[in-house]
Nanobody, 125 residues
Framework: QVLLEETGGGLVRAGGSLRLSCSASGRRPSSYAWAWFRQTPAAERAFVAAMDWAGQKTYYADSVQGRFTISRDSDKNTVYLQMNDLEPEDTAVYYC??????????????????WGQGTQVTVSS
């Protein structure tokens, strides 16, 4: 069993930056695709970014392209989401997810079975 824990959320002003971390523990998460999603009240979880199992291909939602970067440190079993130039619209609970998936499904939250508990990101104007 793989357990995920997100850290790094907080309150930041518009234009600022945060780096979220997703640490994996338990069974070593090899060959997993990794992703970040976010959710606001009364909304479904929305895709933010994903990385293939090899760590060579990345995917981003249009709304964060050029501002957010997903990366991975395999030695630390940790995936990161560097968020720059944050906007109030980025305010949400951010979740990391992992699973064995075909790249066609990376952006679908329904396909992931392994989730962290989420971390709140609040961007003030």
């Amino acid at each position: 069993q793989v357990l995920l824990e997100e850290t790094g959320g907080g309150l930041v002003r518009a234009g600022g930056s945060l780096r979220l971390s997703c640490s994996a523990s338990g069974r070593r998460p090899s060959s997993y695709a990794w992703a970040w999603f976010r959710q606001t009240p009364a909304a479904e979880r929305a895709f933010v970014a994903a990385m293939d199992w090899a760590g060579q291909k990345t995917y981003y939602a249009d709304s964060v392209q050029g501002r957010f970067t997903i990366s991975r440190d395999s030695d630390k079993n940790t995936v990161y989401l560097q968020m720059n130039d944050l906007e109030p619209e980025d305010t949400a609970v951010y979740y990391c997810a992992a699973d064995h998936l075909d790249p066609n499904w990376y952006q679908s939250s329904y396909e992931y079975e392994i989730w962290g508990q989420g971390t709140q990101v609040t961007v003030s104007s």
